[in-house]
């Protein structure tokens, strides 16, 4: 297993996730509400930074390998997913939304390994609405994390918990977009196999 730079932050990305659903754990009488969620907004953001900076400097560094181009989508993938689910369980975030979410993970990442099983990856390869779809996930989860105005002194910016749905019912429109996309390119090579397995 190669170790390097941006293979450590892939790491380190998947290492804060059980801190961001651990801080909500925390007893109230030790930490309030509100401390809990700067907390682990602050801790999300640091994680999905991560995932910015450990593609740029693989590229950067040319240290890019099969394995590093494995963990760093199972980590993107964890991160959300464990996030979704702490906001499902603090009842600010609707199932539904996440299952969409996760369920599109899920499918994807089955329908990109079975491609390239058959050498047809370069089909269904990451794209712009992909690349959107998770921009708005990115932010919207730091911001119902928060779950509050962000005030700076004295003024109200704007409301993080309004945004923050706004942006994750964007992202789970673009979610099952983008997955019918996905679908419509590796619909040939699927129809072929059927249609070689009658």
């Given at each position: 297993?190669?170790?390097?730079?941006?293979?450590?932050?892939?790491?380190l990305r998947i290492v804060?996730?059980?801190?961001v659903v651990g801080i909500?754990?925390?007893?109230?009488?030790?930490?309030?509400?509100?401390?809990?969620?700067?907390?682990?907004?602050?801790?999300?953001?640091?994680?999905?930074?991560?995932?910015?900076?450990?593609?740029?400097?693989?590229?950067?560094?040319?240290?890019?390998?099969?394995?590093?181009?494995?963990?760093?989508?199972?980590?993107?993938?964890?991160?959300?997913?464990?996030?979704?689910?702490?906001?499902?369980?603090?009842?600010?975030?609707?199932?539904?939304?996440?299952?969409?979410?996760?369920?599109r993970e899920i499918t994807?990442?089955?329908?990109?390994?079975?491609?390239?099983?058959?050498?047809?990856?370069?089909?269904?390869?990451?794209?712009?609405?992909?690349?959107?779809?998770?921009?708005?996930?990115?932010?919207?989860?730091?911001?119902?994390?928060?779950?509050?105005?962000?005030?700076?002194?004295?003024?109200?910016?704007?409301?993080?918990?309004?945004?923050?749905?706004?942006?994750?019912?964007?992202?789970?429109?673009?979610?099952?977009?983008?997955?019918?996309?996905?679908?419509?390119?590796?619909?040939?090579?699927?129809?072929?196999?059927?249609?070689?397995?009658?």
């Amino acid at each position: 297993m190669p170790f390097n730079l941006p293979i450590f932050l892939t790491w380190l990305r998947i290492v804060l996730i059980p801190l961001v659903v651990g801080i909500f754990y925390i007893p109230d009488v030790m930490m309030s509400v509100p401390v809990k969620n700067t907390i682990a907004m602050l801790i999300f953001v640091l994680a999905a930074l991560t995932d910015w900076f450990d593609g740029f400097l693989a590229r950067k560094l040319n240290q890019t390998s099969s394995f590093g181009a494995f963990l760093d989508p199972v980590a993107d993938k964890l991160m959300v997913t464990a996030a979704l689910l702490i906001l499902v369980e603090l009842t600010r975030l609707n199932a539904v939304i996440a299952l969409v979410i996760v369920g599109r993970e899920i499918t994807i990442s089955a329908l990109r390994e079975w491609m390239a099983q058959i050498g047809a990856s370069r089909s269904v390869a990451v794209n712009s609405l992909g690349k959107f779809k998770t921009a708005c996930q990115m932010v919207a989860i730091p911001m119902l994390l928060y779950d509050g105005p962000l005030v700076f002194e004295g003024h109200t910016l704007f409301d993080a918990r309004v945004w923050g749905l706004w942006l994750v019912y964007v992202a789970a429109f673009l979610t099952i977009w983008s997955m019918l996309y996905y679908m419509k390119l590796a619909w040939p090579q699927i129809r072929d196999r059927v249609d070689a397995a009658r």
